[in-house]
Protein backbone atom coordinates (compact mmCIF):
# COMPACT_ATOMS: atom_id res chain seq x y z
CA UNK A 1 0.00 0.00 0.00
CA UNK A 2 1.35 3.61 -0.87
CA UNK A 3 0.26 6.22 1.19
CA UNK A 4 0.57 10.26 0.98
CA UNK A 5 1.49 11.62 4.27
CA UNK A 6 0.36 15.16 4.91
CA UNK A 7 1.20 17.12 8.49
CA UNK A 8 0.06 20.52 9.03
CA UNK A 9 -0.29 20.51 12.80
CA UNK A 10 1.45 23.90 13.83
CA UNK A 11 4.47 25.49 12.37
CA UNK A 12 5.84 22.81 9.75
CA UNK A 13 4.96 21.98 6.41
CA UNK A 14 5.69 18.29 6.07
CA UNK A 15 4.70 15.81 3.41
CA UNK A 16 5.94 12.01 2.20
CA UNK A 17 5.17 8.87 0.72
CA UNK A 18 5.09 5.44 2.44
CA UNK A 19 5.16 1.82 0.99
CA UNK A 20 4.13 -0.92 2.98
CA UNK A 21 6.64 -2.91 1.57
CA UNK A 22 9.70 -1.02 0.83
CA UNK A 23 9.14 1.49 3.60
CA UNK A 24 9.87 5.27 3.40
CA UNK A 25 10.34 6.22 -0.22
CA UNK A 26 10.16 10.38 -0.09
CA UNK A 27 9.68 13.45 2.69
CA UNK A 28 9.78 16.97 2.62
CA UNK A 29 9.18 19.15 4.48
CA UNK A 30 9.10 23.29 4.89
CA UNK A 31 9.69 25.04 8.16
CA UNK A 32 8.15 28.16 9.29
CA UNK A 33 10.85 29.37 11.85
CA UNK A 34 11.60 32.22 10.00
CA UNK A 35 7.88 33.48 9.18
CA UNK A 36 7.64 33.01 13.33
CA UNK A 37 11.02 34.06 14.27
CA UNK A 38 10.21 38.06 14.91
CA UNK A 39 7.25 37.23 17.23
CA UNK A 40 9.15 34.78 19.40
CA UNK A 41 6.81 31.98 18.82
CA UNK A 42 3.64 30.35 16.48
CA UNK A 43 1.38 33.10 15.22
CA UNK A 44 -1.95 30.70 14.73
CA UNK A 45 -3.36 32.41 11.35
CA UNK A 46 0.32 33.17 9.92
CA UNK A 47 1.20 29.45 10.39
CA UNK A 48 -2.54 28.21 8.15
CA UNK A 49 -1.56 31.05 5.83
CA UNK A 50 1.75 29.75 5.18
CA UNK A 51 0.50 26.27 4.86
CA UNK A 52 -2.09 27.04 2.26
CA UNK A 53 0.62 28.36 -0.01
CA UNK A 54 3.49 25.67 0.70
CA UNK A 55 1.53 22.33 0.48
CA UNK A 56 0.66 22.06 -2.75
CA UNK A 57 3.84 22.53 -4.19
CA UNK A 58 5.71 20.82 -1.56
CA UNK A 59 3.52 17.92 -2.78
CA UNK A 60 4.18 18.59 -6.45
CA UNK A 61 8.06 18.43 -5.33
CA UNK A 62 7.25 15.27 -3.54
CA UNK A 63 5.80 13.09 -6.29
CA UNK A 64 8.07 14.54 -8.78
CA UNK A 65 11.13 13.18 -6.89
CA UNK A 66 9.74 9.86 -7.67
CA UNK A 67 8.80 7.72 -10.59
CA UNK A 68 5.12 7.68 -9.36
CA UNK A 69 2.46 9.78 -9.82
CA UNK A 70 -0.68 10.74 -7.75
CA UNK A 71 -3.25 8.00 -9.27
CA UNK A 72 -0.44 5.43 -8.26
CA UNK A 73 -1.55 6.06 -4.73
CA UNK A 74 -3.70 3.79 -2.51
CA UNK A 75 -3.82 6.32 0.08
CA UNK A 76 -3.67 9.46 1.90
CA UNK A 77 -3.18 10.10 5.69
CA UNK A 78 -2.96 13.85 7.21
CA UNK A 79 -2.71 15.25 11.05
CA UNK A 80 -6.03 15.70 12.44
CA UNK A 81 -4.55 16.25 16.34
CA UNK A 82 -3.95 17.77 18.11
CA UNK A 83 -2.61 21.07 17.55
CA UNK A 84 -3.79 24.31 15.62
CA UNK A 85 -7.18 24.47 14.24
CA UNK A 86 -6.54 26.44 11.13
CA UNK A 87 -3.43 24.79 10.48
CA UNK A 88 -5.05 21.08 10.75
CA UNK A 89 -7.57 22.14 8.64
CA UNK A 90 -5.65 23.18 5.83
CA UNK A 91 -3.78 19.74 5.88
CA UNK A 92 -7.33 17.86 6.76
CA UNK A 93 -9.14 19.33 3.52
CA UNK A 94 -6.40 18.86 1.13
CA UNK A 95 -5.66 15.41 2.06
CA UNK A 96 -9.23 14.27 2.36
CA UNK A 97 -10.00 16.50 -1.18
CA UNK A 98 -7.71 14.91 -2.82
CA UNK A 99 -8.57 11.45 -1.93
CA UNK A 100 -11.74 12.00 -2.60
CA UNK A 101 -10.82 13.02 -6.32
CA UNK A 102 -8.56 9.83 -6.57
CA UNK A 103 -11.27 7.48 -5.23
CA UNK A 104 -8.93 6.15 -2.51
CA UNK A 105 -9.66 6.16 1.28
CA UNK A 106 -8.57 8.55 3.75
CA UNK A 107 -7.61 8.42 7.45
CA UNK A 108 -6.76 11.15 10.38
CA UNK A 109 -3.79 10.91 12.17
CA UNK A 110 -3.19 11.49 15.74
CA UNK A 111 0.15 13.50 15.66
CA UNK A 112 1.68 12.36 18.73
CA UNK A 113 0.87 8.60 18.24
CA UNK A 114 2.69 9.83 14.46
CA UNK A 115 6.17 10.73 17.21
CA UNK A 116 5.97 7.94 19.47
CA UNK A 117 6.38 5.59 16.59
CA UNK A 118 8.86 7.42 14.36
CA UNK A 119 11.80 5.27 15.61
CA UNK A 120 9.82 2.58 13.61
CA UNK A 121 10.85 4.37 10.32
CA UNK A 122 14.60 3.18 11.24
CA UNK A 123 16.72 0.15 10.63
CA UNK A 124 17.08 -0.54 14.08
CA UNK A 125 13.79 0.05 15.81
CA UNK A 126 12.47 -1.86 19.29
CA UNK A 127 10.18 -4.37 19.95
CA UNK A 128 6.74 -4.15 22.18
CA UNK A 129 6.73 -3.54 24.36
CA UNK A 130 8.47 -0.48 24.93
CA UNK A 131 8.42 3.00 26.93
CA UNK A 132 8.11 6.03 25.23
CA UNK A 133 9.29 9.54 26.26
CA UNK A 134 7.69 12.21 23.91
CA UNK A 135 9.32 16.06 24.23
CA UNK A 136 8.18 18.68 22.27
CA UNK A 137 7.24 22.11 22.03
CA UNK A 138 3.23 21.00 22.91
CA UNK A 139 4.07 17.98 24.75
CA UNK A 140 5.76 16.27 27.19
CA UNK A 141 4.58 12.79 28.47
CA UNK A 142 5.75 9.21 29.11
CA UNK A 143 3.65 6.24 27.48
CA UNK A 144 3.95 2.40 27.94
CA UNK A 145 3.26 1.30 24.14
CA UNK A 146 1.95 -2.11 23.93
CA UNK A 147 1.39 -1.97 19.99
CA UNK A 148 -0.24 0.37 17.52
CA UNK A 149 -3.14 2.28 19.39
CA UNK A 150 -2.29 0.57 22.56
CA UNK A 151 -0.37 3.34 24.74
CA UNK A 152 -0.79 3.75 28.65
CA UNK A 153 0.54 7.06 29.26
CA UNK A 154 2.60 6.63 32.85
CA UNK A 155 3.07 10.51 33.24
CA UNK A 156 2.93 13.74 31.47
CA UNK A 157 3.21 17.82 32.46
CA UNK A 158 0.79 19.60 34.70
CA UNK A 159 1.71 22.77 32.73
CA UNK A 160 4.34 23.95 30.23
CA UNK A 161 5.77 21.36 27.67
CA UNK A 162 9.21 21.06 28.14
CA UNK A 163 9.77 22.63 24.14
CA UNK A 164 7.67 25.33 25.68
CA UNK A 165 9.70 26.29 28.63
CA UNK A 166 13.02 26.56 26.34
CA UNK A 167 11.56 28.49 24.60
CA UNK A 168 10.30 30.75 27.10
CA UNK A 169 13.44 30.88 28.56
CA UNK A 170 15.44 31.43 25.60
CA UNK A 171 12.66 34.29 24.95
CA UNK A 172 13.77 35.90 28.62
CA UNK A 173 17.29 35.56 27.80
CA UNK A 174 16.67 37.50 24.71
CA UNK A 175 18.36 34.39 22.42
CA UNK A 176 15.15 34.39 20.10
CA UNK A 177 13.16 31.35 18.92
CA UNK A 178 13.04 28.64 18.78
CA UNK A 179 14.30 27.93 21.92
CA UNK A 180 15.78 24.33 22.10
CA UNK A 181 18.23 24.94 19.63
CA UNK A 182 19.14 28.80 21.21
CA UNK A 183 19.25 27.49 24.78
CA UNK A 184 21.61 24.45 23.81
CA UNK A 185 24.19 26.64 21.36
CA UNK A 186 24.53 29.23 24.73
CA UNK A 187 24.69 26.49 27.02
CA UNK A 188 27.64 25.33 25.17
CA UNK A 189 30.05 28.22 26.19
CA UNK A 190 28.61 28.36 29.89
CA UNK A 191 30.03 27.73 33.17
CA UNK A 192 28.81 24.26 34.74
CA UNK A 193 27.80 24.94 38.19
CA UNK A 194 27.61 28.92 38.53
CA UNK A 195 23.92 28.56 38.87
CA UNK A 196 21.77 25.63 40.30
CA UNK A 197 17.95 25.57 38.93
CA UNK A 198 15.98 23.08 40.90
CA UNK A 199 14.98 19.38 39.07
CA UNK A 200 10.99 19.66 39.44
CA UNK A 201 8.54 17.33 40.40
CA UNK A 202 11.94 15.12 41.11
CA UNK A 203 11.76 15.34 44.95
CA UNK A 204 8.11 13.65 44.98
CA UNK A 205 6.86 9.95 43.68
CA UNK A 206 5.41 9.36 40.72
CA UNK A 207 6.26 10.56 36.74
CA UNK A 208 4.29 13.52 36.16
CA UNK A 209 6.40 16.68 35.06
CA UNK A 210 5.78 20.37 35.60
CA UNK A 211 7.97 23.18 33.72
CA UNK A 212 6.55 26.58 35.03
CA UNK A 213 8.59 26.65 38.17
CA UNK A 214 12.01 26.55 36.23
CA UNK A 215 10.76 29.25 33.80
CA UNK A 216 9.46 31.67 37.10
CA UNK A 217 13.49 30.29 38.67
CA UNK A 218 15.06 31.58 34.82
CA UNK A 219 13.18 34.87 35.53
CA UNK A 220 14.02 35.48 38.48
CA UNK A 221 17.41 34.83 38.65
CA UNK A 222 18.14 36.72 35.02
CA UNK A 223 16.50 39.76 36.56
CA UNK A 224 19.11 39.23 39.26
CA UNK A 225 21.97 39.75 36.93
CA UNK A 226 23.42 41.87 34.32
CA UNK A 227 22.93 39.61 31.33
CA UNK A 228 26.37 39.98 29.37
CA UNK A 229 27.08 36.92 27.08
CA UNK A 230 28.52 35.08 29.85
CA UNK A 231 26.05 35.46 32.16
CA UNK A 232 23.49 34.42 29.75
CA UNK A 233 25.39 31.58 28.59
CA UNK A 234 25.50 30.30 32.20
CA UNK A 235 22.02 30.60 32.75
CA UNK A 236 21.61 28.80 29.48
CA UNK A 237 23.69 26.00 31.07
CA UNK A 238 22.08 25.63 34.55
CA UNK A 239 18.18 25.91 32.49
CA UNK A 240 19.38 22.94 30.12
CA UNK A 241 20.75 20.75 32.69
CA UNK A 242 18.18 21.09 35.09
CA UNK A 243 15.28 20.60 32.35
CA UNK A 244 16.96 17.63 31.03
CA UNK A 245 17.99 16.04 34.23
CA UNK A 246 14.42 15.89 35.47
CA UNK A 247 13.24 14.07 32.07
CA UNK A 248 16.16 11.25 32.79
CA UNK A 249 14.94 11.24 36.42
CA UNK A 250 11.66 10.04 35.45
CA UNK A 251 12.90 7.91 32.34
CA UNK A 252 14.87 5.97 35.22
CA UNK A 253 11.83 5.82 37.41
CA UNK A 254 9.87 4.55 34.50
CA UNK A 255 12.25 1.85 33.59
CA UNK A 256 12.45 0.08 37.26
CA UNK A 257 8.55 0.44 37.12
CA UNK A 258 7.50 -1.21 33.54
CA UNK A 259 10.40 -3.38 33.61
CA UNK A 260 10.92 -2.20 29.99
CA UNK A 261 14.10 -2.89 28.11
CA UNK A 262 13.64 -0.49 25.51
CA UNK A 263 13.11 3.33 25.88
CA UNK A 264 12.08 5.42 22.51
CA UNK A 265 12.76 8.94 22.73
CA UNK A 266 10.67 11.00 20.49
CA UNK A 267 9.74 14.91 19.34
CA UNK A 268 11.74 18.12 18.67
CA UNK A 269 13.32 18.09 22.12
CA UNK A 270 14.79 14.99 21.29
CA UNK A 271 16.99 16.53 19.55
CA UNK A 272 19.21 18.09 22.39
CA UNK A 273 22.68 16.18 22.74
CA UNK A 274 22.77 16.82 26.00
CA UNK A 275 19.45 14.66 26.34
CA UNK A 276 20.67 12.12 23.94
CA UNK A 277 24.07 11.60 26.36
CA UNK A 278 22.20 11.51 29.40
CA UNK A 279 19.66 8.83 28.16
CA UNK A 280 22.29 6.92 26.53
CA UNK A 281 24.20 6.99 29.94
CA UNK A 282 21.01 6.38 31.78
CA UNK A 283 20.03 3.26 29.14
CA UNK A 284 23.63 2.03 29.95
CA UNK A 285 23.37 1.96 33.36
CA UNK A 286 20.24 0.24 33.79
CA UNK A 287 21.33 -2.39 31.24
CA UNK A 288 17.85 -1.04 28.93
CA UNK A 289 18.54 0.40 25.33
CA UNK A 290 17.30 4.04 24.05
CA UNK A 291 16.22 4.58 20.93
CA UNK A 292 16.05 7.89 18.52
CA UNK A 293 14.68 8.75 15.25
CA UNK A 294 17.16 10.69 13.48
CA UNK A 295 17.55 14.63 13.98
CA UNK A 296 15.04 15.17 11.10
CA UNK A 297 12.47 13.13 12.35
CA UNK A 298 12.09 14.05 15.70
CA UNK A 299 10.40 17.62 14.65
CA UNK A 300 7.47 17.56 12.63
CA UNK A 301 7.20 15.21 9.42
CA UNK A 302 5.31 13.93 7.37
CA UNK A 303 7.16 10.12 7.46
CA UNK A 304 5.62 9.75 10.67
CA UNK A 305 2.30 10.59 9.60
CA UNK A 306 2.66 8.55 6.49
CA UNK A 307 4.07 5.54 8.51
CA UNK A 308 1.25 5.57 10.91
CA UNK A 309 -1.78 6.29 8.33
CA UNK A 310 -0.52 2.99 6.17
CA UNK A 311 -0.39 1.00 9.49
CA UNK A 312 -4.40 2.10 10.37
CA UNK A 313 -5.78 1.88 6.77
CA UNK A 314 -4.24 -1.77 6.32
CA UNK A 315 -5.80 -2.51 9.53
CA UNK A 316 -9.10 -1.44 7.72
CA UNK A 317 -10.20 2.29 9.33
CA UNK A 318 -10.71 5.38 6.90
CA UNK A 319 -12.13 8.24 7.53
CA UNK A 320 -15.94 9.86 6.35
CA UNK A 321 -16.04 12.69 3.48
CA UNK A 322 -16.86 15.03 6.07
CA UNK A 323 -13.60 16.92 7.12
CA UNK A 324 -12.77 17.39 11.02
CA UNK A 325 -10.26 18.24 12.75
CA UNK A 326 -9.25 17.56 16.71
CA UNK A 327 -6.92 20.71 18.36
CA UNK A 328 -7.52 18.93 21.81
CA UNK A 329 -7.01 14.72 21.24
CA UNK A 330 -5.60 12.42 24.12
CA UNK A 331 -3.57 9.84 23.28
CA UNK A 332 -5.55 7.57 25.35
CA UNK A 333 -8.66 7.94 23.50
CA UNK A 334 -6.72 6.19 20.20
CA UNK A 335 -7.68 2.21 19.25
CA UNK A 336 -5.96 -0.41 18.24
CA UNK A 337 -5.77 -1.15 14.65
CA UNK A 338 -9.02 -3.43 13.22
CA UNK A 339 -10.71 -2.81 16.56
Same mark, same amino acid.
Given at each position: ??????????????????????????????????????????????????????? +???????????????????????????????????????????????????????????????????????????????????????????????????????????????????????????????????????????????????????????????????????????????????????????????????????????????? +??????????????????????????????????????????????????????????? +?????????????????
Amino acid at each position: MLVLGIETSCDETAVALYDSEMGLLAHRLYSQVELHAEYGGVVPELAARDHIRKL +VPLINELITSTSLALPDLDGVAYTTGPGLSGALLVGASLGRSLAWGLGIPAIGVHHMEGHLLAPMLEDDKPDYPFLALLVSGGHTLLADVAGVGRYTILGESLDDAVGEAFDKAAKLLGLGYPGGPAIAQAAESGTPDRFTFPRPMTDRPGLDFSYSGLKTFTLTTASKHELDEQTVADIALAFQEAATDSLVIKCRRAIKQTGHYAL +VVAGGVGANQSLRSKLAALAKKENSKVYFPRPEFCTDNGAMIAQIGCLRLQGGESDPLA +VGVRPRWRLSELEQPGV
